[in-house]
Structure formats: C-alpha cells, structure tokens
C-alpha cells in the first residue's frame, strides 16, 4: 500500500490541509509579527500618562517588542486608544484605522475607551467598539502598567495563532485578460 492509499480523499479541518512547509512558515511569520509591534498611540487623556510609564525603564515595553511608536497610521500595525473619546472623534478614529495597512489590531486602554468610563452623556462615545472593532480591553481607571503589559501579551498570543501566509502570486495575465477596456484576447475562440 501506499501512502496516497491511506491518505483520505478530503481534508476538512485548516491545518490538515495545510502542508508541513506552510505551518512551518505560518510558525515563522507569527513569531516574528509577535515581536514586531509598531503603535500608533491616540492619546486623550489621564491615561495618557500611564502609557508613558510603560515606555518608562522600570516596565521596559521595548522587552515586548513594541518599543517604538509610530505617530503615522500607515506605519504602525496597531492602534492603540488610550482615553476618553467623544463623538466628535469618533469619525477620525475611524479614519485613523482605516488608513492602518493589514494586518492591524486594535487595544482599548483604560475604562473610558472601553465603555465610556464615568461619563454617561450624550458627548461621550460608550466604548470605541461601536466605531472599530477591538482585539484586546485593557481595563482600570487608569490602568496599571502591569495590566497593559498583560494585554500587550494577550495581544501577541492572538497574533502568533493567527495563521500567516506568505504572498500567493497567480499569473496576471490570466487575471487581467479582458478587464482592461479595448485589451483583445487573441487566444480566446470566437
């Protein structure tokens, strides 16, 4: 007998079907995207300043891999929404993530961002998950850097379990042929 014998005819589950190169890559890739976090810190207010002492030598978040924050969305590959934000921001918070290139997460820092903290009124957004989605709620008012060490690592266990994939590349002239205007296809039949 041999193996394609044994072998079953369909694979249902993602990792069967997935080759033992590619879980190898997939390995690869999330343990170097864990490690490689670059922020993009939108700070409003108090906790503000507990995301300063994190970056401090006495919690070292440069231990973590996330050492250095990017002040443009198109180069940091997580958003990090640190504070109150009010229905007047809540449009360029959502500019701010749509402008992030993928893959991109998201952490809410504090209460206030969670929920909305103690200000239940109409100016004040409850919780920033009703305008982009959130991977990670860092709670406490503010929070400890303690606690957002611990979020920083829920974070980088859900990204090396992602599955990652390297660039699958099809042939372009297959997938342009007759979408660009006036381009003749000579080789289809008439």
């Known amino acids: 007998m041999s193996e394609l014998d044994l072998a079953p005819a369909f694979t249902t589950r993602r990792e069967e079907a ?5 879980k190898l890559v997939s390995r690869g890739l999330g343990w170097a995207r864990k490690y490689s976090i670059f922020t993009y810190p939108y700070s409003t207010a108090c ?3 507990e995301y300063m002492s994190v970056a401090s030598s006495r919690y070292d978040i440069a231990r973590f891999g996330a050492e250095f924050p990017r002040f443009s969305p198109r180069q940091a590959d997580m958003l990090l929404v640190v504070g109150t934000i009010n229905q007047k921001q809540a449009p360029i918070l959502k500019r701010v ?3 992030m290139c993928e893959p991109k997460w998201v952490v809410a820092f504090g209460v206030c ?3 909305g903290g103690f200000y239940d009124n109409y100016a004040v957004l ?3 998950d009703r305008v982009i989605p959130v991977d990670v709620y860092i ?3 503010p929070p400890r850097p303690e606690q957002v060490l611990d979020g920083l690592m829920l974070l980088q266990q859900k990204i090396q379990s992602q599955p990652h994939r390297l ?3 099809e042939k372009k002239q297959a997938s342009l042929a007759g979408e660009r205007p006036g381009e003749i296809d000579l080789l289809a039949p008439r």
């Open 18 to 22: 997935m080759g033992t190169l590619a």
């Open 47 to 49: 906790c503000a300043m």
């Open 97 to 99: 993530y749509e402008q």
């Open 113 to 115: 961002a969670s929920s």
């Open 126 to 128: 409850q919780g920033i």
């Open 139 to 141: 709670p406490g008012c």
């Open 167 to 169: 660039i699958e590349r």
